[in-house]
């Protein structure tokens, strides 16, 4: 599975958009992107994935480069409670193992 | 759905211990996971399994024995406890062969060996 490169943190004002970019220069055509994050303490939660087209779910969006060697998870409206670590992880084929990051750390700030 | 329960919450080991970490899931899911996650790093893939009868190395299995005799239970055995693998564990499930699919994970084990 092809790996991502992430900031280690970004910080966002409440209310606002948050966008947390992700590489992975080295993905190939059947791998997907997928979005998780881990708010203290809890077990990971999933937020998102996409192949090649932007995606948009209750949670957030994914926006995914044409090249496709690079991806933004967008929360549009962020909150306190959305601090928490978001891993961006690349993963194969449907037999293929989820393999997590450090992540990037968001902090809302109120 | 209950999702996925893991159990107990909390453990404290002797080194040399052994103890068994639960994990069930309701969902009908083939594939089911252990990962521990130590402070300040990701989730490192322990175990796996793709279905009953079924199971799999990951990236840091020794310590470690899985078995799985049914789809619902993936327990965890640490057969003789280490200070090393104090950690929060955490099992996930899903189900297997869709690409695209997502992992449900479980509130976790904080596991301190002494």
């Known amino acids: 599975d092809a790996k991502t490169t992430q900031p280690p943190s970004m910080d966002c004002a409440e209310g606002r958009a948050a966008n947390l970019p992700c590489n992975h220069s080295?993905?190939?055509?059947?791998?997907?992107v997928y979005w998780y994050r881990q708010i203290h303490s809890q077990g990971p939660q999933y937020i998102i994935h996409g192949l090649k087209n932007n995606e948009t779910n209750e949670m957030a969006s994914l926006i995914i480069t044409e090249d496709r060697k690079s991806s933004t998870l967008i929360l549009p409206h962020a909150t306190l409670r959305d601090t928490a670590v978001y891993y961006c992880i690349v993963r194969g084929g449907a037999n293929s193992k989820l393999t997590f990051g450090k992540g990037i750390t968001l902090s809302v700030r109120p | 759905n209950a999702g996925v329960t893991q159990t107990p919450k909390f453990q404290v080991l002797k080194t040399g211990q052994s103890m068994t970490l639960q994990c069930a899931q309701d969902m009908n899911h083939e594939y089911m996971s252990w990962y521990r996650q130590d402070p300040g790093m990701g989730l490192r893939l322990i175990h796996y399994?793709?279905?009953?009868?079924?199971?799999d190395q990951g990236e840091v299995p020794n310590g470690y024995n899985v078995s799985r005799s049914t789809t619902e239970d993936f327990p965890l055995r640490l057969l003789s406890a280490a200070p090393s693998q104090t950690s929060v564990y955490f099992c996930a499930s899903s189900y297997y062969g869709l690409a695209g699919e997502t992992q449900y994970f479980g509130p976790g084990t904080r596991l301190l060996v002494l």
């Open positions: 080295t993905i190939s055509g059947n791998e997907y």
């Open positions: 399994s793709v279905g009953a009868g079924i199971t």
